[in-house]
């Protein structure tokens, strides 16, 4: 393994703090638009678009709003591998680019869709459409993101630059639900149902053009213009990664399933389970996962830089080991009903879930080689995403309507933490793996 002998504790340059900065605020304005989504369908989107399945009351039309949003996963692989050969053959940025703006166009048109009752039918196909293109820009944009900071990265700091496009979902959430607190704060119920959630999306606007902006004064990869310079860049990239990569893939894959499927309960189902089923106040709750999402942030960032250090297998295993702990002591907090509670549940929680997000990134690029990276680690991640998060909020609604009881949802999720320990397990440990073109 190559490693370059630098200082650790030098200050970052100005061009490595624009790729930060660049792929930081890009990825938490992208994801802001992918969680508005899970925020309203956990609060608004089963009345308004799903309702008429439910007639007679029960789960359907709540379990129909959290398909919806794990719907848009089984398209995030075609984002993936567009966004990957597009990336491996003519370069990172300008994918980066248009998956942002595709986002932002996809979220905006939701904030004016017409609701079932105006356009019937209609109308949900619509929002699923807009959920779908929306899965294919988020498919594509967390590879183009990784390398943007990883290959920019000196080797002992790839995990830190790494973690940046990863903080900035928790980012993203955050902006997403403090955003969805003032606007629940300064408006009614009835006033929120009305018109308010659609304030959440038609933002997205002014979020776009900033970011927009902003990624384009992030200069392209070096990696990718030592590879165009060396004329390396894959005429079939896709057909190379599958014939020499199917291992990695697999691993890569089976290693983020447990983490997305965490993330996605904290970011849809806890809120929405708090709020519905234990008639905890909104706004409290919006707060206090806005809270607990500040440290995701945190544990994220840290868990990405001592990956720098102490591997990023091993990482991994300490921060799904930690969840596996906490899972079952999380659902019991939530279930006391207690505010305070329920934000030291997340909290605690998301030490594990920042240990498994943090080295994903450094982790995924260093087991890929450059001419095939950007379809590599994006493939793998979205198929994580399919198998992890997809439908978790579902299953999990699934779960508490047949058995009842929380604990079936914690055993379901530790089945999966336990899945991707060993897939991690079975990775040999790629820190400081060479990334340049050969």
Known sequence: MATKTLNPQRA???????????????????????FIYAQAAGLVFAQLYFAPMGQEGGVWPQMVAWASLGVSFLFRPLGAVVAGYLGDRFGRKGVLIFTLVLMGTATSLI??????EQWGITAPLLLILMRIIQGISAGGEWGGAVLMAVE???????????????IGVPAGMVLATFIVFVVTSLTTDEQFLAWGWRVTFLLSLVLIVIGYFIRRAVSESPVFEEMVA?????????????????????????????????GYLFIAFF?????????MDQSRVLLAS?????????????G?????????????????TIMFVWMIPLVLLIDTGNIWLY????????????????????????LFPARVRYSGISISYAIGAVFGGAFAPMIAESLLGSTGSSLSIALYIMVLFVASYIGTSLIKEPRGAELRAR
Do not use: C
């Open 230 to 262: 060396l004329k390396h860049e894959s005429a079939t990239p896709l057909k190379t990664l599958f014939k020499n990569d199917s291992k990695n893939i697999v691993l890569a894959a089976l290693s983020h399933i447990g983490s997305s499927a965490s």
């Open 111 to 116: 904030g004016l869709l017409p609701t079932y």
């Open 152 to 166: 920019h990265a000196p080797t002992h700091r790839r995990g830190f630059f790494g973690a940046y496009p990863q």
């Open 343 to 366: 934000a030291l549940g997340l909290v605690v929680f998301t030490i594990g879930n920042g240990l498994t997000y943090g080295p994903l990134s450094a982790m995924y690029a260093e």
């Open 271 to 279: 809120s929405s389970y708090a709020i519905r089923t234990h008639g």
């Open 304 to 320: 990405g830089s001592v990956s720098d250090r102490i591997g990023r297998t091993k990482a991994l295993r300490i921060g799904y």
């Open 290 to 302: 806005t809270f607990a999402a500040l440290f995701w942030l945190a544990f994220t960032l840290y």
């Open 12 to 34: 970052l340059t100005r061009d490595e703090r624009r790729v930060l900065a660049g792929t930081l605020v890009g990825t938490t304005i992208e994801w802001y638009d992918f």
